[in-house]
């Protein structure tokens, strides 16, 4: 059985207790695939060269009208900026001794899967992120009081804030689109919980899909609420609320490869295998008025 043939059960490490390359190398890529995020919030794009052109939405002028008297409809003018961008390749890789190999060390290299799968698909959230942050045309707005007082007279207004949020984009976008999605750190998300009136709505909504079973904000002001700790790595204190899918792409010239490398081969005789993991794809934010920030979220 190989390659595609492969069931998730048979590609878990801990039920494989011969730890073969093959089925390490399986591993890897469904541990990522099962870490997602960013990517999921995007449109997705797969690309044929490592060049591509990029366009982004600029400014727009003129507004639907009525139909003038010499019969003329009023004209709307869309700008878009265009220029191009290299898709990189990123990845990384692990070490497995001949010792770990031998002694059957199948917790250990379960670890070492799970860290670089994981590591691979936080590094692209976090250039998701940044890219979207950092967009050109996107809105942004700082919060009326910090998140992190929940109570007196100096405590913040995250209602409001994202309220306004919302409204930036709807604004940007002469009211033709809206937000559906809020990202937030952890942190952010903790914030958030103690604010009595979030916490009397997340303690008392009951079933299976309620805080108390699941330890999940469902939503907020209507928007999703996605959780990740890649929006504000440093804990600035900073939330995304944008319109998910369409704010952008991800553009793939390859999806996740791996490569296991005997250790003989790079004259390393306590090395068993090396395990390299690499993708190349890139975020190209197309619409950044489809989005806004909230910064200042913490005293």
Avoid: H
Avoid at 4 to 15: G, T, V, W
Avoid at 113 to 141: Q, R, W
Avoid at 257 to 270: A, E, F, N, V
């Amino acid at each position: 059985m190989v390659g595609a043939a492969y069931k998730e059960k048979d590609l878990s490490a801990s039920n494989n207790p011969l730890i073969s390359p093959e089925v390490v190398e399986s591993a890897i890529k469904l541990q990522y695939q099962k870490n997602f995020i960013g990517r999921t919030l995007l449109g997705y794009q797969p690309i044929d060269v490592s060049t591509v052109s990029t366009v982004e939405e600029s400014d727009t002028s003129g507004d639907i009208d009525w139909l003038s008297e010499n019969g003329a409809l009023p004209k709307l003018d869309f700008t878009f900026l265009k220029g191009t961008k290299r898709v990189r390749p990123y990845g990384g890789w692990f070490e497995v001794t001949e010792e770990q190999q031998e002694d059957n060390a199948e917790d250990e290299i379960r670890v070492m899967i799970n860290n670089v799968a994981y590591a691979m698909s936080y590094f692209e959230d976090l250039v998701i992120f940044s890219d979207i942050i950092s967009a050109n045309g996107i809105s942004s707005i700082d919060a009326t009081k910090p998140w992190d007082v929940s109570a007196g007279a100096n405590a913040g207004d995250p209602a409001s804030d994202v309220g306004r949020a919302k409204r930036a984009v709807k604004t940007a976008t002469k009211f033709a689109q809206r937000a559906d999605t809020i990202l937030m750190s952890s942190l952010t998300i903790e914030y958030l919980s103690a604010f009595d009136y979030i916490k009397s709505r997340l303690y008392n909504t009951q079933g299976p899909d309620g805080y108390i079973v699941t330890g999940v904000v469902q939503t907020f002001m209507g928007l999703i609420v996605v959780e990740d700790d890649a929006i504000d790595p440093d804990d600035d204190g900073r939330a995304l609320v944008f319109k998910k899918k369409d704010i952008g792409v991800w553009q793939e010239r390859y999806a996740i490869r791996t490569k296991s490398i005997p250790g003989s081969t790079l004259g390393k005789d306590q090395v068993a295998f090396k395990y390299t993991a690499k993708a190349k794809g890139e975020p190209n934010i197309k619409f950044p008025k489809l989005g806004c920030v909230i910064n200042d979220l913490y005293t």
